[in-house]
């Protein structure tokens, strides 16, 4: 039996600081990993502003709410629903990911918790577990599963490298030539194949 | 971060065996582990009265298609996927399942599987993992998931008894007085109730 395991920003939905930060206007909040390797600076960099800015979780999720899903990102968690277990592993955070889950009928998600104070204010956030998606396909091979992962970026490495199959879904050019062992895909209806032909 | 684990059968959905006894009319089929405690001379007796009758997995299906939920599991399911990971635990096999997991949306579901040999012949069954639900639950206490699981009767009970937060549903009279601690439920919406007063 195999277990599908799927990245969500960038597979299945927009990245959500992107569109925040378009939505917002606030063009600082463009800045992700690629700009800032320490995660834990660019989070306080981000919380920071929004701070400074006074929007909470509640202005957040209302501009979330107004998002969609990547267009054939709702198939084809349909079809992929029906075709073997699927657990989304995202380092996102559950309050932020929740309007847009619920458009795409909620699969499972293991994800990270952003930490609320009083009236909305995002006062931190709680990492669930370091290199959580690797750990969770090293669990789910524990669990006597074969195990299927797509990714688009260098934070899916371990998990891809974890699993029996590792797909690459619209990388970025310099992880195509360094991972060529990996496949790559450039649209669901590719992944989909790519995800079938592996399925037994 | 917390994770909901569900028994499938007697909480979602009908004893599918059961189900199919009644409605091919082979009352043999409703022997169940209570009247024969050793597994894999259970299955066995099913296989060899299925062979006997000719029925093969396509018939099987087309029975269990015919099944519905339990009254009340649908609503129930999809309240429970906007509140928390939720991720289903069962013994039963992938292709019995299918049908009816259609019919609850496709939550994400942890089971064993059918070998099928030509023309949808059961020849055997594979479980995936011997005492799949506890090492499921071990696992995701290791991902560093608060746990709550709900099931029905004694093949649960290790499951119940490894997460944080074990509830009964509809148990046997025997197993409310033998295992006192776990919350008694009766219908969904009090399971709901239980769920929902043990997530943060």
């Given at each position: 039996?195999?277990?599908?395991?799927?990245?969500?920003?960038?597979?299945?939905?927009?990245?959500?600081?992107?569109?925040?930060?378009?939505k917002t206007g606030l063009k600082?909040?463009?800045?992700?990993?690629?700009?800032?390797?320490?995660?834990?600076?660019?989070?306080?960099?981000?919380?920071?502003?929004?701070?400074?800015?006074?929007?909470?979780?509640?202005?957040?999720?209302?501009?979330?709410?107004?998002?969609?899903?990547?267009?054939?990102?709702?198939?084809?968690?349909?079809?992929?629903?029906?075709?073997?277990?699927?657990?989304?592993?995202?380092?996102?955070?559950?309050?932020?990911?929740?309007?847009?889950?619920?458009?795409?009928?909620?699969?499972?998600?293991?994800?990270?918790?952003?930490?609320?104070?009083?009236?909305?204010?995002?006062?931190?956030?709680?990492?669930?577990?370091?290199?959580?998606?690797?750990?969770?396909?090293?669990?789910?091979?524990?669990?006597?599963?074969?195990?299927?992962?797509?990714?688009?970026?260098?934070?899916?490495?371990?998990?891809?490298?974890?699993?029996?199959?590792?797909?690459?879904?619209?990388?970025?050019?310099?992880?195509?030539?360094?991972?060529?062992?990996?496949?790559?895909?450039?649209?669901?209806?590719?992944?989909?194949?790519?995800?079938?032909?592996?399925?037994?």
């Amino acid at each position: 039996m195999q277990i599908v395991c799927l990245d969500l920003e960038g597979v299945l939905l927009p990245e959500i600081w992107i569109a925040v930060a378009l939505k917002t206007g606030l063009k600082e909040l463009e800045r992700t990993t690629r700009d800032e390797p320490d995660y834990d600076k660019l989070m306080r960099y981000r919380l920071d502003i929004l701070d400074r800015e006074g929007i909470g979780i509640g202005e957040i999720r209302e501009v979330i709410g107004t998002l969609d899903p990547l267009p054939g990102a709702v198939e084809f968690t349909e079809w992929l629903k029906s075709r073997a277990p699927l657990v989304i592993l995202s380092d996102t955070f559950s309050q932020f990911a929740e309007p847009l889950m619920a458009k795409l009928g909620h699969p499972t998600l293991f994800c990270h918790e952003l930490v609320l104070g009083g009236n909305g204010h995002i006062s931190g956030y709680a990492l669930r577990l370091e290199d959580q998606k690797k750990k969770a396909i090293k669990a789910f091979r524990e669990l006597n599963f074969g195990t299927i992962a797509a990714g688009d970026s260098y934070n899916d490495l371990s998990m891809l490298q974890e699993a029996d199959h590792g797909i690459l879904f619209r990388p970025p050019e310099k992880m195509k030539t360094e991972y060529p062992n990996f496949p790559v895909t450039e649209d669901h209806e590719d992944l989909r194949k790519q995800i079938e032909k592996r399925l037994q």
